[in-house]
């Protein structure tokens, strides 16, 4: 048996009709920038998340750096994250000419632990990026509590998290702007790539909007130092197809997960499941756990067909292109023991129970004969 991370090829015979209809419509009306299409999902997207804005971009990492920007974030400030998570988090900040400061993560969520946040904070801090990182929710309250206290804007990377909630309140609603991508592995995915951020601030969507255009309004008249970052009208008609679906997708993917952790819980002297944590909404863009020989262990399983993925094997305060930060080995504990241990396994909505009856009869195999 053959197990991909993730097969988008069921989803697509299902809404391949109304794909290539709505893709016909854009073709036809021969409006190919920032047309209907992507006013529909702006618009569509920001209700999801109870927020009042929707600004479609050109994929998830300009959604960090064009709110960045949109924020006042500039050379000298310092921003707050974490280091386990994707590249463009930290990216986006020193593309706006800021400092990433790291601060350690929980070891049970991987999300950035709001209890070291404070002690991070200094007087060119401007901001806190927390990830809400494979689909679950950052504790907010504590994170939201500070920044309020030393007057910082919050920017929630929700890249992997369009759809999940936290105590009631979703994901998107909680920070200053939202930042969600639209890659095809994601839980609302397009065919290519595409962006958006959302947000509450009618002033702040209004210089997103001015950003993403080349910093022009009206048309060649350049008030900021934008860049061309839109989202383009062919992957929001197909989003839009897409998006009614999000909320069962996600609530399969929950199903998914709870059958992985049940097979899995005889192993639970070699690994660790995911937590949900209390008041959380999960979505799991992935199902990641915790386990002993990591690496032999996908090897094992690549050998027997199937496909894991270990996000992320260097924390951001060890990649070669921020020696310059200053961090060590040792600064980040927690990030660094997850980086040696996080392995995720196969998840997407069509999942079928005889595949992950068969990726954990083999992890289990795996640990048995060992």
């Known amino acids: 048996m053959n197990i991909p991370m993730l097969d988008l090829s069921e989803q697509y015979l299902e809404l391949k009709n109304d794909i290539l209809k709505t893709l016909d419509e854009v073709m036809t009306s021969s409006r190919f ?3 209907d299409h992507v006013k529909k999902l702006e618009a569509d997207v920001a209700s999801l998340v109870n927020a009042d804005f929707g600004v479609g971009v050109g994929n998830g990492s300009d959604a960090l750096h064009i709110s960045l920007q949109a924020c006042g974030v500039t050379s000298g400030d310092e921003v707050i994250t974490t280091p386990f998570t994707f590249f463009a988090t930290a990216g ?3 593309r706006a000419g800021a400092t990433p400061v790291f601060v350690d993560i929980d070891p049970v969520t991987f999300n950035l632990d709001p209890l070291k946040v404070e002690g991070a904070i200094t007087k060119r801090t401007k901001a806190i990026i927390p990830v809400h990182i494979y689909g679950q929710s ?13 007057h910082l804007y919050i920017i929630e ?4 998290a369009i759809g999940a909630k936290y105590k009631s309140k979703m994901i998107g609603e909680l920070g200053h702007t939202a930042c969600f991508s639209f890659f095809p592995t994601k839980n609302l995915g397009g065919y290519g790539d595409g962006g958006m951020v959302v947000t509450k601030d009618e002033d702040l969507a209004e210089k997103m909007k001015v950003i993403r255009v080349h ?3 009206p048309k060649y008249y350049h008030h900021v130092l934008g860049y061309n970052s839109r989202l383009d009208e062919m992957q929001a008609a197909i989003l839009n197809v897409k998006l009614p679906r999000l909320s069962e997708w996600n609530s399969l993917r929950r199903e998914k997960a709870s059958l992985y952790t049940e097979l899995l819980e005889p192993l639970k002297e070699f690994i660790s499941t995911p937590v949900e944590a ?8 992935q199902y990641t756990l915790r386990v002993k020989k990591r690496n032999e262990l996908q090897q094992y399983l ?3 067909g199937i496909a894991t993925m270990i996000y992320y094997p260097v924390p951001l305060h060890l990649q070669p292109v921020f020696r310059d930060l200053g961090y060590q080995e040792g600064d980040f504990p927690e990030a660094e023991k997850a980086s040696k241990e996080a392995i995720s396994l196969p998840m997407f909505p069509e999942l079928k129970p005889e595949q992950q009856q068969y990726v954990v009869e083999k992890i289990s195999r795996f640990y048995n004969r060992a």
């Not at 209390?278 to 863009?285: C, D």
């Open 33 to 35: 920038i920032l047309g």
């Open 92 to 94: 986006a900040i020193v």
């Open 215 to 217: 910093g022009s309004k």
């Open 138 to 150: 950052a504790d907010m309250d504590p994170i939201i509590e500070i920044a309020k206290k030393h």
């Open 157 to 160: 990377d929700a890249a992997q």
């Open 302 to 304: 690549k050998d027997q």
């Open 278 to 285: 209390e008041g959380n909404y999960h979505v799991f863009h």
